[in-house]
Every structure is written in structure tokens, then in C-alpha cells.
């Protein structure tokens, strides 16, 4: 089975950056994961990474979206999880990451 992972930004209401990540987010995807992550959150003074398209979260997608989530903290910026549905809610619940970022159901939940 072949490793996906498809990303765009687009910008949200209230001036959020949408990072909308696609497909699998695993060992294989993340260092690319990554390195789009750094692009889109440089310009970004609140990131909300959308997670509605996104089917598969591993461990490694984990170290990615804590990166980002610390370096807003230490950055001062703002920094959201958006719509994660199904395993990837699951693994996201299992993981705590409620503890280190605020999750929303949608994008329009978005202060």
C-alpha cells in the first residue's frame, strides 16, 4: 500500500491559517509533514492544522503536531487541531494531545 500524504494552507477566519493535511501522517510522510509544517508556520501568527481529510495518525505524526504545538507556545502564537475524526480522533484522545493543543470540531469553531 502506497504512503500518502497531501498538504495546502489556505487562510481562515480571524486571521488562522488553515494547514490542511490529507491521507496518512506516519514514519514514512512526517519529515515532509515537517518541513511543510515549518513553511506554513512561519507565516502564520495562528496555525490550525485541519485534520478532516486526514485517515491515518501514528506516532510519529504525534512528534510533529508537538513540535508544532510547543514552538507556538515558546513563539506566542496560536496553535489549533481541527475536525480529526474517526482512528485519528482516537489516537489523538489516547495520546492526551488535548493536554498540549485545543482541538475543535470545525474550522467555524475557530475564535
Excluded: H
Excluded at 11 to 18: A, E, F, H, Y
Excluded at 36 to 43: G, I, L, R, T
Excluded at 45 to 65: F, H, N, P, W
Excluded at 78 to 86: D, M, Q, R
Amino acid at each position: 500500500m502506497a504512503e500518502t500524504f497531501v498538504d495546502s494552507s489556505s487562510s481562515g477566519k480571524n486571521g488562522w491559517i488553515l494547514w490542511c493535511i490529507k491521507g496518512r501522517l506516519d514514519r514514512i510522510t512526517a519529515p515532509t509533514a515537517s518541513e511543510n509544517a515549518d513553511k506554513v508556520y512561519a507565516s502564520a501568527q495562528k496555525l490550525a492544522v485541519d485534520m478532516t481529510a486526514l485517515e491515518y495518525l501514528s506516532s510519529a505524526g504525534i512528534r510533529v503536531l508537538l513540535r508544532l504545538t510547543k514552538q507556538a507556545k515558546s513563539d506566542g502564537k496560536e496553535f489549533a487541531l481541527v475536525g480529526p475524526t474517526g482512528m485519528v480522533q482516537v489516537v489523538l484522545a489516547e495520546s492526551r494531545m488535548d493536554l498540549f493543543a485545543t482541538i475543535y470540531e470545525s474550522a467555524e469553531e475557530l475564535p
